[in-house]
């Protein structure tokens, strides 16, 4: 009797236990597999109140020595906890509502779109407007319908993602802001979502996060967390050019599991760092804990074709294309491999997708010239060289190669005059240099 009551309370421990696992399995999941593949992560001077995936991804981001702002985290949570009402189930108009309130939580809270922050660590940075950015800002304003600002450098590299986000702008323009893009916004929004136990996934699209409400009976609801705003499958589809295949194989627009999740942290690590050795290394574990992250591939191939090891490069891309047919970038760097291995029939064949893909690919232009050059065939090369300097003007290694091959063909002063034109395009293009000095030396004699 007595073993019997021992096994009973063995029983119901395990399944006590069991069932705080299940509340907590993100968390767990997170800490147990995931973080014992990278080095200790220090802690922050500030105790965490909450451990969100969110938390987690400032963790491992602690790898780099960046001190994360755990205690913006926990207020940010700590105030959607106070505004959203917890619920056994969502309609598609509560979910948008309450997605709604994040949004209109996080505005708030002065944060606003910069495509440039590639760190969660970095959106949660107070940061204040500079010159420029406040300027964009009055320039942009609706309510200032004479400002012309098509030709306003600010606009490259900042986009403030709505009105809303630039009025929000103008009337706090001298507090502190925070600046995030996609895939930092979304894991704000996952990590409200875990405190919460909202049904909140993160999805990716080429290029591009955002996150889903599950509804049921196997609907949801599409929240671009950049512009606050709830968007179809079609429309997500449309915007990226997104192939059917790579739907239903999974790679695009499919709910991601919490380690898939934690895969597009180790990506945006693996980008953001600067060593190639570290840069393999976080990129090697986002492909591991999803095996389907095709631009983990492509970004891994090109760090190691930067490192020469060629056949390791080619490996990477072959996977990402078979991921993802229709990402141009992919298909013109596998070109540039056999062209290195004078495999030009296959040269071709990328560099002629690539340009399929993207009809305005400068650079795929300017290798295919580099194909037909090898080749001997002068014309074609000048065909494709016309093409590159075509889609982008300012391109001065595509004015050198072509003026390669007037000098090929004798026509000396159409090379020479394209030689200047590289060397006025980028003064350190010391190729087009010693090609325009070794021209008039061949001219002189």
Known sequence: MRKRRERVLKLKAVTVISSALFRCSRMVFISL?????????????????????????????????????????????????????????????????????????????????????????????????????????????????????????????????????????????????????????SFLYLGIADALGLPVNMVLAPSHVFIRW??????????????GAAVSDDFMRRSFDISENSIRSGVYLKNLSESESMATACYMLGNFLTDADRKITYLTKAVQLNPKHSRAYYNRGTVWYK???????????????????????????????????????????????????????????????????????????????????????TYSGAYNNRGNVWYQMGKFAKALSDYNTAIRLDPDNNEARNNRTNLLKKIEN
């Open 214 to 227: 599950r509804l049921h009976p196997g609907r949801h609801v599409n929240w671009e967390t950049t512009s």
């Open 33 to 185: 597999v995931i973080f014992p593949f990278f080095t200790s992560c220090p802690a922050s001077a500030y105790g965490s109140k909450y451990r969100t995936i969110a938390h987690h991804v400032l963790e491992l981001e602690s790898d780099l020595g960046i001190r994360p702002n755990d205690a913006l985290l926990d207020e940010i949570i700590d105030e959607a906890r106070q505004r959203i009402k917890i619920k056994q189930s969502y309609s598609a108009d509560e979910a948008i509502k309450t997605l709604k309130a994040v949004d209109h939580l996080l505005l708030e809270k002065n944060f606003l779109y910069d495509g440039r922050i590639r760190l969660l660590s970095e959106a949660l940075k107070p940061r204040r407007l500079d010159k420029q950015t406040i300027q964009y800002i009055r320039k942009s304003d609706p309510n200032n319908s004479g400002a012309d600002i098509r030709d306003n450098a600010t606009l490259k590299r900042i986009i403030l993602a709505s009105d809303k986000h630039k009025q929000h702008a103008l009337k706090h323009i001298h507090e502190n802001f925070y600046f995030g893009e996609c895939k930092t916004f």
């Open 307 to 393: 490192k020469r090891k060629l056949h390791r490069a080619l490996a990477d891309y072959d996977q990402a294309i078979a991921l993802d047919t229709k990402h141009s970038e992919t298909y013109n760097n596998r070109g540039n491999i056999w062209y290195e291995m004078r495999k030009f029939d296959n040269a071709l064949a990328d560099y002629n997708q690539a340009i399929a893909l993207n009809p305005k690919h400068s650079r795929a232009y300017n290798n295919q010239g580099n194909v037909w050059y090898q080749m001997g065939k002068w014309g074609s090369a000048i065909t494709s060289y016309n093409r590159a300097i075509q889609s982008d003007p």
